[in-house]
Antibody, heavy 114, light 112 residues
Framework: EVQLVESGGDLVQPGGSLRLSCAASGFTFSTYAMHWVRQAPGKGLEYVSG????????YYVDSVMGRFTISRDNSKNTLYLQMGSLRAEDMAVYYC???????WGQGTLVTVSS | DVVMTQSPLSLAVTLGQPASISCKSSQSLVHSDGNTYLSWFQQRPGQSPRRLIY???NRDSGVPDRFSGSGSGTDFTLKISRVEAEDVGVYYC?????????FGQGTKVEIK
């Protein structure tokens, strides 16, 4: 059974940093690109970042470029999102999803507040 | 960036009646490989999104056949032939062209 389990969400002050993780199981992680999508409270889905199966290619939405870094460890079947210079507008539930978009995690909540 | 525009943004439907959601992209979604990378997702209250349709018209396994996707180029439609109570939620289109993914704003479907 394919499973994606996010963790790392927390309350952080504006300007702070946080690292999210997404633990994958039930499929060959190293053969799939992976993605992060977020959803601010009461708002729609926003694509955040993606990474190729080997990690050699990455993509970021403009609003997080230079502040967030996506990475993966195929030996640990884990996807990461390093978030820095956090702003109030980054507050959201963050989902990881497998390429082809057929499996999503349950999400992890990032709260940015002083 | 490709902009995805959904309409309507909210839809109240009587049980058993049809519903239709439009999604328009700012540029053609036909990829150089010949595929059209347009997907539809359902997000029920309190749940993660679930893919319903991929490549514009292919229904995912386990998705009821009352859901159908159609369209090509820049204009796409998700139809629910007979709305049921479990269909309440927000529906999103997403252009899944590799390395340029964007979502529509979402359409909230509720029961009248």
């Amino acid at each position: 059974e394919v499973q994606l389990v996010e963790s790392g969400g927390d309350l952080v002050q504006p300007g702070g940093s946080l690292r999210l993780s997404c633990a994958a199981s039930g499929f060959t992680f190293s053969t799939y690109a992976m993605h992060w999508v977020r959803q601010a409270p009461g708002k729609g889905l926003e694509y955040v970042s993606g990474i190729s199966n080997t990690g050699s290619r990455t993509y970021y939405v403009d609003s997080v470029m230079g502040r967030f870094t996506i990475s993966r460890d195929n030996s640990k079947n884990t996807l990461y999102l390093q978030m820095g210079s956090l702003r109030a507008e980054d507050m959201a539930v963050y989902y990881c999803a497998r390429d082809y978009w057929d499996y999503w995690g349950q999400g992890t909540l990032v709260t940015v507040s002083s | 960036d490709v902009v995805m525009t959904q309409s309507p943004l909210s839809l109240a439907v009587t049980l058993g009646q049809p519903a239709s959601i439009s999604c328009k992209s700012s540029q053609s979604l036909v990829h150089s490989d010949g595929n059209t990378y347009l997907s539809w997702f359902q997000q029920r209250p309190g749940q993660s999104p679930r893919r319903l349709i991929y490549r514009a018209s292919n229904r995912d396994s386990g998705v009821p056949d009352r859901f159908s996707g159609s369209g090509s180029g820049t204009d796409f439609t998700l139809k629910i032939s007979r709305v049921e109570a479990e269909d309440v939620g927000v529906y999103y289109c997403m252009q899944a062209t590799p390395w340029a993914w964007t979502f529509g704003q979402g359409t909230k479907v509720e029961i009248k």
